[in-house]
Nanobody
Framework: QVQLVESGGGLVQPGGSLRLSCVVSGFTVDRYNVGWFRQAPGQERVKISC???????DYHYSVKGRFTISRDIDKNTVYLQMNSLKPEDTAVYYCATDQFCAGIYHIRYPEAWGQGTLVTVSA
């Protein structure tokens, strides 16, 4: 059974940093693309970063240069390091399998989402 579990959210001041973790079970993290998405109150869910099965990455323009996605195969975990956080980064963050990322398109893949973790950036 495929499962993704996020952790690491919390309250941080503007300019601060957080690292989100996404522990994956049911497949190895280098087998399929994995993405990070976020949904702010009253807004649609947006993909902000992804890491494909070839280790290539992609970022939404709003987080490029501030966020870094990575993975640890031994821990079967995907991370999102978030630096220079801004109040507009406040949202629920989700990890999920991703059909398309940085040139890799999976015709078949186990579609799954985590439960989300709340990040609040406020003074």
């Amino acid at each position: 059974q495929v499962q993704l579990v996020e952790s690491g959210g919390g309250l941080v001041q503007p300019g601060g940093s957080l690292r989100l973790s996404c522990v994956v079970s049911g497949f190895t993290v280098d087998r399929y693309n994995v993405g990070w998405f976020r949904q702010a109150p009253g807004q649609e869910r947006v993909k902000i970063s992804c890491l494909n099965s070839d280790s290539n990455t992609d970022y939404h323009y709003s987080v490029k240069g501030r966020f870094t996605i990575s993975r640890d195969i031994d821990k079967n975990t995907v991370y999102l390091q978030m630096n220079s956080l801004k109040p507009e980064d406040t949202a629920v963050y989700y990890c999920a399998t991703d059909q398309f990322c940085a040139g890799i398109y999976h015709i078949r893949y186990p579609e799954a989402w985590g439960q989300g973790t709340l990040v609040t950036v406020s003074a």
